[in-house]
C-alpha cells in the first residue's frame, strides 16, 4: 500500500523559513520521481517544484531561489527546504510521486498524492 505522509508545515510570519517533510512507503522510492504542489484558496493546485531519480529538479519561477526540493533514498523521505517565505506562499502543500524516472511539473501525471499539510504566512 502506498503512502506518502507530509509533515512540517505551520504558521509563521513572513521572512521566515519551513522545511517540509514527506515519507513514502510501499514502493520502489528510489526509481520514482517526487513533486511538491500546493493549493490556495479558490485556486488551481499548482508546481513547486520536482525531483528525478538522479535529483534533477525543476522549480516554479515564483520560489526559485528561495526553495529548494531535495530527497534522501536511504530514508524514502522528499524535503522542500522553504526560505524567505512571503504570504502568497500560504496554501496546503501536497507531495506527489509519478511512476517515472523523470520528473514532470503536470499534475496529472502524477500517480500518487498525500493528504497534504498547511503552511500559512502572516505579514
Known amino acids: 500500500q502506498v503512502q506518502l505522509v507530509e509533515s512540517g508545515g505551520g504558521l509563521v510570519q513572513a521572512g521566515a523559513s519551513l522545511r517540509l517533510s514527506c515519507a513514502a512507503s510501499g514502493f520502489t522510492f528510489s526509481t520514482y520521481s517526487m513533486g511538491w504542489f500546493r493549493q490556495a484558496p479558490g485556486k488551481e493546485r499548482e508546481i513547486v517544484a520536482a525531483?528525478?531519480?538522479?535529483?534533477?529538479?525543476i522549480y516554479a519561477d515564483s520560489v526559485k531561489g528561495r526553495f529548494t526540493i531535495f530527497r534522501d533514498n536511504a530514508k524514502n523521505t522528499v524535503y522542500l527546504q522553504m526560505n524567505s517565505l512571503k504570504p502568497e506562499d500560504t496554501a496546503v502543500y501536497y507531495c506527489?510521486?509519478?511512476?517515472?524516472?523523470?520528473?514532470?511539473?503536470?499534475?496529472?501525471?502524477?500517480?500518487?498524492w498525500g493528504q497534504g499539510t498547511q503552511v500559512t504566512v502572516s505579514s
Open positions: 506527489a510521486a509519478r511512476r517515472s524516472t523523470y520528473s514532470s511539473a503536470l499534475r496529472r501525471e502524477y500517480d500518487y
Open positions: 525531483i528525478n531519480w538522479s535529483s534533477g529538479t
